[in-house]
């Protein structure tokens, strides 16, 4: 199988996080998504597109956890997963949660981007209150 190099877009994954931290009730440089406010939903909504975007597919659960998929060659073999969370305690840093969901996004989209077809299905997790 062929290849090519795997590169880290790392302006597209600074430029999406500078972004993300625009959703927020607080000023910059500070974030603040509380969990089901509207600034938290519009966030949830642009993490949506970004995935959309990337080709993959996601599924939300009952309490509001945001599975991104990436298929496998093998269907049948558990996933491998990571993640992180989005919403925020008042007053956080741009980087607090994100850089575990737009970093695994993009780790995932950089493959993708290279040719690589995981044989394990790849999942990102978007936690609901991973931190409450």
Known sequence: MNI???AINLPRLLAEIEA???FSDAPPPAVTRILYTPVDLASRRYLQQLVEEAGFTWRVDAIGNTFIRWPGRDPSLPA???GSHCDAVPFAG???GVVGV???LE???SLKEA????QR???LILFTAEEL
């Open 4 to 6: 090519a190099p795997i």
């Open 20 to 22: 993300l931290s625009l």
């Open 80 to 82: 491998v997963a990571t």
């Open 94 to 96: 741009k980087y607090d």
């Open 102 to 104: 737009l970093g695994g």
């Open 107 to 109: 780790a995932m989209r």
């Open 115 to 118: 040719g690589v077809q995981p």
């Open 121 to 123: 299905s790849l999942e």
